[in-house]
T-cell receptor
Framework: QKEVEQNSGPLSVPEGAIASLNCTYS??????FFWYRQYSGKSPELIMF????GDKEDGRFTAQLNKASQYVSLLIRDSQPSDSATYLC???????????FGTGTSLTVIP | SQTIHQWPATLVQPVGSPLSLECTVE??????LYWYRQAAGRGLQLLFY??????ISSEVPQNLSASRPQDRQFILSSKKLLLSDSGFYLC????????????FGDGTRLSIL
């Protein structure tokens, strides 16, 4: 079983819609959860992170964490064509040294 | 502010040649450092990570090695490259406490001919 699993997609949403990206993890010892955006041919860039149950909002992005169900999600409101990218979910264990990445979900926002 | 530099941006090497990729971090002390490889259309594969000078943990046995000669310098090497070593190599750093993210360099795209 993989540490972190994501639906590879592709996920397509129309411009202005809400894009919902999901991620599940296997280790209950995971403490921190991160979302990265990766444009084709570029390195991953951090969007936001969360470590407490509930929602965390940053502009058009909302991260949601449910530790009991072991999932974390990213909502993108008012999706724009520039949001088209691969979104990587990552988790960090209590030691803080290792990060485990999902394989990413490809998002396409259709104008 | 912290910055991470990785070079070269692209590299084309023949099979059997050596490799040296370098990564340096500025603006922080004693960072955790990481090397990842990403094959085309695939996820990130952790190759090595380091929590301090001279301390290297290898995640995948292969013909690659890593060294950390200085606090903020991380080097990825190979004596003889294989075709399967092609990919996008990413260096990353994080502070050595929980709940803090990794930050990535711009990456090196390595093509083996």
């Amino acid at each position: 079983q993989k540490e972190v699993e994501q639906n590879s997609g592709p996920l397509s949403v129309p411009e202005g819609a809400i894009a919902s990206l999901n991620c599940t993890y296997s280790d209950r010892g995971s403490q921190s959860f991160f979302w990265y955006r990766q444009y084709s041919g570029k390195s991953p860039e951090l969007i936001m992170f969360i470590y407490s149950n509930g929602d965390k909002e940053d502009g058009r992005f909302t991260a949601q964490l449910n530790k009991a169900s072991q999932y974390v999600s990213l909502l993108i409101r008012d999706s724009q064509p520039s949001d088209s990218a691969t979104y990587l979910c990552a988790v960090n264990h209590h030691t803080g040294n290792q990060f485990y990445f999902g394989t990413g979900t490809s998002l396409t926002v259709i104008p | 502010s912290q910055t991470i530099h990785q070079w070269p941006a692209t590299l084309v090497q023949p099979v059997g040649s050596p490799l040296s990729l370098e990564c340096t971090v500025e603006g922080t002390s004693n960072p955790n450092l990481y090397w990842y490889r990403q094959a085309a259309g695939r996820g990130l594969q952790l190759l090595f990570y380091s929590v301090g000078i001279g301390q290297i943990s290898s995640e995948v046995p292969q013909n690659l090695s890593a060294s950390r000669p200085q606090d903020r310098q991380f080097i990825l090497s190979s004596k003889k490259l294989l075709l399967s070593d092609s990919g996008f190599y990413l260096c990353a750093w994080s502070v050595a406490v929980t709940n803090q993210p990794q930050h990535f360099g711009d990456g090196t795209r390595l093509s083996i001919l």
